[in-house]
């Protein structure tokens, strides 16, 4: 039987109605901040209260709410976790074999300049790693490299936690924005070239802030070239990437793009001066020299580069349409156009559709896993460890899979149920000021989670319907949940411990936060005054919805 929205059910209360309704993700934070809860327990806590919220608050069928969970959580599944699940199996078949050593030593013996070994290590390396793999891989590979090569255990921590903000927006090939799209139905595509307008700005900051922070001002204007060049390429290709290809690809070539370019300078410049720790001996410079064989460099990079061309090629049209041909669409059952939203939501009653489509080869991660496949046979890994690794790789995620598919599963209920437009409409009461708050909303959402998909999840029906409600296109302020928020995860927990876990600073979280802390809030207010100049001054700059 079809229901219609309800949006102030708690005493015709608006504000009311919204703090109920924002019961769920408070609930959701404090489990995960404050006592500390596994992600995928606190997230079944928060799935239950939010359906008994949604039956007795705001009237909605039981049958319905279960319906909507259960929408939300196969779509987790499928697409999203299949990425997850993909991208991190090719990048630990490289691990397994040894390949994946290479990569980082190609990368590290470029250069004993300390200050271009954490540009090519924490912000290119890095963020080719948050492209292809997320989830804590960019800070902890990347930081242990640099303390390898003798880097401060602190400082390495430090500098790749705040080098990690450009590509989260795209990471584990564009899950964040790919997962937010399905959510609120909206065009993926149409997000991640929003999110494409907003980021270039800080990825080009981005390394003159890091050597800043690192080493000064004066060494800093040393090594111009070496700045320009590297957050100049990374900035334009994830600009063009993200709005001419897709948001999957963003990080990966730009980290490509950014450490090709900064090689090629190397080889006809250099600064005056090579800088180095003044605690550091001659014996240490030395012993971090890495020498690999060109043939087994580039043998250790194919993996990748496979990667790259299948995506690219699922992106074409008429491969898109051959391989569409397999896709299950399911009217899934007793919530397709069964929920109606109303005003002053819509001008006029509209049924929610609910497809589902399992898209089993045209799916992002069956091109991950062809890639994965093909590999196999480039590193000479049999098929028995191949299949073994595939296994132990979902044993490993099995935890964050399960946690994704309950965030979903709480965002499609939220916006089933009317609870995100409840929130929207108080939210909505903040008028033009709302776009400098969005990337804020992100933010928060990032540093209590650690995850910009889930921040997304979480606030992206809430950013959809308040820019609705005071007239702004909500590309611009969903994608501003995203950029926002990835100015939190060098601040969040769980991206401390996974830096401190690296660099064995466990026991000085503390220390590692007081770092982060000032650059995390430097660069949310560029973000925020970004979006509110795009919103008002230069609204051009928002692509057309798709």
């Given at each position: 039987m079809p229901w219609n929205q309800v949006y102030a059910p708690v005493g015709g209360s608006l504000v009311a109605s919204a703090l109920v309704a924002a019961i769920p993700i408070i609930l959701y934070l404090v489990l995960l901040a404050v006592v500390r809860m596994k992600g995928h327990t606190a997230g079944i806590i928060t799935l239950l209260v939010a359906i008994?919220?949604?039956?007795?608050?705001?009237?909605?069928?039981?049958?319905?709410?279960?319906?909507?969970?259960?929408?939300?959580?196969?779509?987790?599944?499928?697409?999203?976790?299949?990425?997850?699940?993909?991208?991190?199996?090719?990048?630990?078949?490289?691990?397994?074999?040894?390949?994946?050593?290479?990569?980082?030593?190609?990368?590290?013996?470029?250069?004993?300049?300390?200050?271009?070994?954490?540009?090519?290590?924490?912000f290119s390396f890095g963020a080719f790693l948050e492209g292809v793999a997320g989830f804590g891989a960019p800070v902890a590979i990347a930081a242990a490299v640099l303390v390898g090569l003798g880097f401060d255990p602190l400082y390495a921590a430090g500098l790749c936690l705040i080098a990690d903000t450009a590509p989260v927006a795209f990471g584990a090939i564009g899950v964040p924005i790919t997962a937010v799209a399905g959510v609120l139905h909206m065009n993926a595509n149409t997000i991640g070239a929003m999110v494409g307008r907003q980021l270039p700005f800080v990825s080009f900051l981005l390394p003159f802030y890091l050597v800043f922070v690192m080493a000064g001002w004066k060494r800093m204007v040393e090594v111009l070239p070496a700045l320009f060049v590297s957050g100049g390429s990374f900035a334009l290709t994830q600009f063009l990437v993200s709005n001419y290809m897709g948001p999957q690809l963003p990080d990966?070539?730009?980290?490509?793009?950014?450490?090709?370019?900064?090689?090629?300078?190397?080889?006809?410049?250099?600064?005056?001066?090579?800088?180095?720790?003044?605690?550091?001996?001659?014996?240490?410079?030395?012993?971090?020299?890495?020498?690999?064989?060109?043939?087994?460099?580039?043998?250790?990079?194919?993996?990748?580069?496979?990667?790259?061309?299948?995506?690219?090629?699922?992106?074409?049209?008429?491969?898109?349409?051959?391989?569409?041909?397999?896709?299950?669409?399911?009217?899934?059952?007793?919530?397709?156009?069964?929920?109606?939203?109303?005003?002053?939501?819509?001008?006029?009653?509209?049924?929610?559709?609910?497809?589902?489509?399992?898209?089993?080869?045209?799916?992002?991660?069956?091109?991950?896993?062809?890639?994965?496949?093909?590999?196999?046979?480039?590193?000479?890994?049999?098929f028995g460890t191949w299949l073994k690794t595939f296994g132990e790789t979902?044993?490993?995620?099995?935890?964050?899979?399960?946690?994704?598919?309950?965030?979903?599963?709480?965002?499609?209920?939220?916006?089933?149920?009317?609870?995100?437009?409840?929130?929207?409409?108080?939210?909505?009461?903040?008028?033009?000021?709302?776009?400098?708050?969005?990337?804020?909303?992100?933010?928060?959402?990032?540093?209590?989670?650690?995850?910009?998909?889930?921040?997304?999840?979480?606030?992206?029906?809430?950013?959809?319907?308040?820019?609705?409600?005071?007239?702004?296109?909500?590309?611009?302020?969903?994608?501003?949940?995203?950029?926002?928020?990835?100015?939190?995860?060098?601040?969040?927990?769980?991206s401390i411990a996974v830096g401190t876990s690296a660099t064995g600073l466990v026991g000085q979280e503390g220390a590692l936060y007081r770092f982060t802390i000032k650059h995390s809030v430097f660069f949310l207010l560029i973000v925020c005054v970004i979006v509110f100049l795009q919103a008002y001054v230069v609204p051009w700059m928002i692509p057309a919805v798709k």
């Open positions: 008994a919220i949604a039956v007795a608050a705001y009237g909605m069928p039981l049958g319905t709410a279960v319906s909507a969970s259960l929408f939300g959580g196969f779509t987790g599944l499928w697409p999203i976790a299949w990425i997850v699940v993909t991208a991190v199996f090719l990048y630990k078949i490289t691990v397994k074999t040894g390949h994946f050593d290479l990569v980082k030593d190609s990368i590290a013996g470029l250069t004993n300049d300390r200050r271009l070994q954490m540009l090519l290590v924490a990966v070539l730009s980290a490509l793009i950014s450490l090709v370019c900064l090689t090629l300078l190397l080889k006809v410049w250099q600064p005056k001066t090579e800088f180095h720790f003044a605690d550091e001996s001659p014996e240490v410079r030395e012993k971090h020299k890495k020498h690999s064989s060109n043939e087994g460099v580039f043998v250790a990079w194919l993996p990748y580069l496979v990667l790259t061309v299948t995506i690219v090629l699922w992106t074409l049209a008429p491969v898109k349409k051959i391989l569409s041909k397999a896709t299950i669409a399911i009217h899934w059952p007793g919530l397709d156009k069964m929920v109606y939203k109303v005003a002053p939501v819509v001008a006029k009653p509209a049924a929610i559709a609910a497809g589902y489509n399992w898209d089993i080869l045209a799916a992002t991660g069956t091109a991950i896993l062809l890639a994965a496949f093909i590999s196999m046979f480039i590193i000479k890994m049999s979902l044993h490993e995620l099995r935890f964050a899979l399960l946690t994704i598919a309950i965030v979903v599963a709480f965002g499609q209920l939220a916006n089933f149920s009317g609870m995100s437009a409840s929130m929207g409409l108080a939210f909505a009461k903040l008028g033009h000021f709302f776009p400098f708050v969005a990337p804020i909303l992100g933010w928060i959402g990032v540093f209590l989670t650690g995850s910009d998909t889930s921040s997304n999840l979480l606030f992206g029906g809430l950013q959809q319907v308040t820019a609705q409600q005071i007239g702004i296109n909500p590309v611009l302020t969903v994608a501003a949940n995203s950029s926002g928020g990835v100015m939190g995860k060098m601040i969040s927990p769980q």
